[in-house]
T-cell receptor
């Protein structure tokens, strides 16, 4: 069964600094996708970035980028130039194989200090 | 920008009562999902729905749960006899297709269900 693990329950970063959130996953599938979702206090789930497993190039979206290490089954999120609005719970998620359901990790609560 | 909407935002019910949570997916989307998040825990998949049928369900989605698309716009989750442990945030999501990955699942704002 596929699993997603986020080992950092909480992280803190100073405004304008860079922070990296960790995620590891386990799967026997060769074709899958990985996602980072942001959940602010409003609890709306917002897609931040996605990575296709067959693409070696790491995905980037403005200040957000990932470090995808397929062999290590690692998928970390880097937030550059952190802003106060980045404060939220961040969930790593997996989707792959014959299913399109999302499997989420337990989340990392990111605090941004002014 | 089109969005998924959910009503109500908060529902309080007594144990044993039936509740219906409502969702309006994005209009041209074909796949619909329900997820739940117990307070302080991770988001868990409940069920996916396509072409008026359940395409996949989790072990959480037992006989107490049902889903329906009663008309061309609404997608509902019914819990027949609520238990205390059903208290959670319930998220509806929709996607253009069921193809894995490239077609984003758009989430609604959630319905907070409190069972007393």
């Amino acid at each position: 069964a596929q699993t997603v693990t986020q080992s950092q329950p909480e992280m803190s970063v100073q405004e304008a600094e860079t922070v990296t959130l960790s995620c590891t996953y386990d799967t026997s599938e060769s074709d899958y996708y990985l996602f980072w979702y942001k959940q602010p206090p409003s609890r709306q789930m917002i897609l931040v970035i996605r990575q296709e497993a067959y693409k070696q190039q790491n995905a980037t979206e403005n200040r957000f980028s990932v470090n995808f290490q397929k062999a290590a089954k690692s998928f970390s999120l880097k937030i550059s130039d952190s802003q106060l609005g980045d404060a939220a719970m961040y969930f790593c998620a997996y989707s792959g194989g014959a299913t399109n359901k999302l499997i989420f990790g337990t989340g990392t609560l990111l605090a941004v200090q002014p | 920008e089109p969005e998924v909407t959910q009503t109500p935002s908060h529902q309080v019910t007594q144990m044993g009562q039936e509740v219906i949570l409502r969702c309006v997916p994005i209009s041209n989307h074909l796949y619909f999902y329900w997820y739940r998040q117990i307070l302080g825990q991770k988001v868990e998949f409940l069920v996916s729905f396509y072409n008026n049928e359940i395409s996949e369900k989790s072990e959480i989605f037992d006989d107490q749960f049902s889903v329906e698309r009663p008309d061309g716009s609404n997608f509902t989750l019914k819990i027949r006899s609520t238990k205390l442990e059903d208290s959670a945030m319930y998220f509806c999501a929709s996607s253009l297709t069921g193809q894995v990955g490239p077609y984003e699942q758009y989430f609604g704002p959630g319905t907070r269900l409190t069972v007393t």
